[in-house]
């Protein structure tokens, strides 16, 4: 199976800053890459598809870029509401697989 | 609207057995992949099966290869996932999930989840 490695686990940042998560495959997904938000409580929520694709409901100031086995996930702004974890999944072959999780908190 | 609602969690003993399902609303599971996905409490989230739209592909992750079974009954629009042999570790938040709209294999509605403890 494909592992998928987030890192950092987590992330302590202030309101207002710039984020960068990265995510990297264990072998070429190319680019069937999608990251998750999940907040206490609640089920994850799909942001980006396709490494670089913005989900209808995901905010523009969420963005992905990559291919390969190096993703990226990039918050411009982070706002109160987006301190959760975020995850990274490949969907290149089965089983699909989930990386561990960055948390970003407030710093 | 699309609606995913899991039942069918509770507390068994290891070696035993349980069915969740997942009742979907607003779309026809004959449309798209349906997957479970489960989360231990505090822990991150490890996919488990799925079912594609023709209804005769079934993927599993191997931790649970002849336990655990996907099935549907598309006049009720619901999803199973039959579990035998639970073990300990089979334990957490079982999630439904949809394909997204526009890729298969990226989830993009879930369900709120059926807990499952073995114990």
């Known amino acids: 199976e494909i592992i998928m490695t987030q890192s950092p686990a987590t992330l302590s940042v202030s309101p207002g800053e710039r984020v960068t998560l990265s995510c990297r495959a264990s072998?070429?997904?190319?680019?069937?890459l999608a990251w998750y938000q999940q907040k206490p409580g609640q089920p994850p929520r799909l942001l980006i598809y396709?490494?670089?694709n913005r989900a209808i409901a995901a905010p523009a100031r969420f963005s992905g870029s990559g291919s390969g086995t190096e993703f990226t996930l990039t918050i411009d702004g982070l706002q109160s509401e987006d301190f959760a974890i975020y995850y990274c999944?490949?969907?290149?072959?089965?089983?699909?697989?989930f990386g561990g999780g960055t948390k970003v908190e407030i710093k | 609207q699309v609606y995913l609602v899991e039942s069918g969690g509770g507390v068994i003993q290891p070696g035993g057995s349980l069915r969740l399902s997942c009742e979907a609303s607003?779309?026809?599971?004959?449309?798209?992949?349906m997957h479970w996905v489960r989360q231990v409490p505090g822990k991150g989230l490890e996919w488990v099966a799925v079912?594609?739209?023709?209804?005769?592909?079934?993927y599993y992750v191997d931790s649970v290869k002849g336990r655990f079974t996907i099935s549907r009954d598309t006049s009720k629009n619901t999803v199973y996932l039959q579990m035998n042999n639970l073990r300990a570790e089979d334990t957490g938040l079982y999630y439904c999930?949809?394909?997204?709209?526009?890729?298969?294999?990226?989830?993009?509605?879930w369900g709120q989840g059926t807990l499952v403890t073995v114990s």
């Open positions: 079912i594609l739209y023709d209804g005769n592909n079934k």
């Open positions: 072998q070429s997904v190319t680019i069937n």
């Open positions: 999944q490949q969907y290149k072959e089965w089983p699909l697989t």
């Open positions: 396709g490494a670089s």
């Open positions: 607003g779309f026809t599971i004959t449309s798209y992949g």
């Open positions: 999930g949809r394909d997204s709209t526009v890729t298969r294999a990226s989830l993009g509605y």
